[in-house]
Nanobody
């Protein structure tokens, strides 16, 4: 069964950058659509970005568009989320999620059936 492990979170100053990784336990993420979500304390889960497996098409929430970049490295079975120009409002627990549908890139959390445990991102001066 597929398992996902996020890493790369930490404490960063406003304006700084982090790169999150989502590593898969199986040999390949080629057949999976991947999404990144986040949840801040007291708030609902929020979608940030997604990438399809079919053509590596991507999509972003307006709140992160132009600042975050999602990419995948299939030989490493890893999906990345490069986060630049971070703001205090980006502080949250970040999760990656997967679904075995090649052409899926969706902002709907219930489309995904495998989730990681999350990695904490804190943006503070």
């Amino acid at each position: 069964q597929l398992q996902l492990v996020e890493s790369g979170g930490g404490l960063v100053h406003p304006g700084g950058s982090l790169r999150l990784s989502c590593a898969a336990s199986e040999d390949t993420l080629r057949g999976y659509g991947i999404g990144w979500f986040r949840q801040a304390p007291g708030k609902e889960r929020e979608w940030g970005s997604c990438i399809s497996s079919y053509d590596d098409s991507t999509d972003y929430a307006d709140s992160v568009k132009g600042r975050f970049t999602i990419s995948r490295d299939n030989p490493k079975n890893t999906v990345y989320l490069q986060m630049d120009s971070l703001k205090p409002g980006d502080t949250a627990l970040y999760y990656c999620a997967a679904v075995p549908l090649r052409d899926l890139c969706s902002g709907a959390g219930d489309e995904y059936d495998t989730w990681g445990q999350g990695t904490q991102v804190t943006v503070s001066s």
